[in-house]
């Protein structure tokens, strides 16, 4: 029998997962939730319900994962917890210092409710996440290194949209090539977070707002903008609808680290990603781990997860036979 999933929000996530779906033959839309007007938003899946979002609790029983695809800033922090009390849930939670503070309040809704939860499920938070830990058991004497971009960051575009006067905005994380080149050289640097990125933000301005403190409080944000140099252009609307649509993404994950009695030989660990689309790459990782997550469920496990805590054929569609046959 299909996973059946579910859909809260339908922006950039919503729709990635949607079209992920058809990439997954165990798996099927059941329902997609939305605050807007369920009327106003239209899906790709026929025969698929649009529901209102203050309507979910009556579809606990007809969803086996629901995917949270709201923002970090100011929709999952709530979101997660709450719909961890009727459904087993996974979300992109992606504000990296938030992470603890975040899993404990939804550890405690799913226990509390019987469910299983992940959070901060995509490639950074996720793959790269994975990729450090391999780095820092295989390589103990060492230095991490990430870098990301050059491209759109959804949920520090997210942040910046959601500033009183900003109609629109785009941002890009840039790596400064300078300090890539020394990571990857075996230098091992140590860099300060300014030294390793740039961010470069593209905003379309609501008539009459006031663009200094739109451009005071992007640069001031804590967690997003805060320690990078940052740069805030604005531009009209017919620029950004011309120039700023794509959502091309990537980065590195370095470890770069000495093994030997004496320490005398180098060694370069790199993980990469080039990415055309963020938000359809991010939902495969999401469906993905949605697949373990409902294990886990079937298997009687409570409370939230993370990537950490996944055995990777937990990931596959396919048995551990044709796993050990024709991937390892």
Request: glycine share 8%; proline share 5%; with cysteine.
């Amino acid at each position: 029998m299909a996973i059946r999933i579910g859909i809260m929000g339908y922006g950039n996530i919503g729709r990635g997962i949607e079209t992920a779906l058809a990439d997954n033959k165990d798996m099927e839309l059941a329902v997609v939730f939305t605050r807007r007007d369920p009327a106003s938003v239209k899906i790709r899946t026929a025969g698929v319900p649009v529901v209102s979002a203050a309507d979910a609790e009556k579809w606990k029983d007809k969803v086996d994962v629901l995917v949270l695809a709201g923002g970090s800033a100011t929709d999952l922090p709530h979101q997660t917890p709450e719909y961890a009390k009727y459904f087993n849930v996974i979300d992109t939670f992606d504000t990296h210092a938030h992470i603890p503070k975040h899993f404990g309040a939804v550890d405690e809704a799913a226990k509390a409710a019987g469910k299983v939860a992940m959070i901060s499920v995509g490639w950074d938070p996720g793959l790269f996440s994975l990729a450090r830990l391999f780095g820092h058991v295989i390589l103990p004497e060492g230095k991490d290194y990430t870098f990301w971009g050059r491209g759109v960051s959804q949920g520090h575009s997210d942040a910046i949209r959601r500033i009183p006067g900003v109609k629109n905005g785009k941002q890009y994380t840039c790596p400064v090539e300078k300090a890539l080149d020394a990571v990857r050289s075996g230098e091992n640097p140590d860099l300060t977070t300014r030294e390793m990125h740039t961010r470069e933000c593209y905003v379309v301005a609501e008539e009459g707002a006031d663009k200094a403190a739109i451009e005071k409080a992007i640069k001031t944000m804590p967690n997003y903008f805060a320690d990078y140099d940052t740069t805030v252009h604005f531009i009209s609307e017919e620029e950004f609808e011309k120039n700023h649509q794509g959502l091309a993404h990537g980065g590195f994950v370095f470890r770069s680290g000495k093994t030997g009695a004496d320490k005398e030989h180098s060694h370069v660990m790199e993980y990469r990603l080039k990415l055309d689309s963020n938000p359809e790459f991010t939902t495969h990782v999401v469906l993905a781990y949605a697949r373990a997550l409902y294990r886990f469920a079937q298997e009687g496990r409570k409370g939230c997860f993370t990537v950490f805590d996944v055995p990777p054929a937990y990931l596959s569609p396919l048995s551990g036979e044709e796993l050990r046959a024709h991937v390892l």
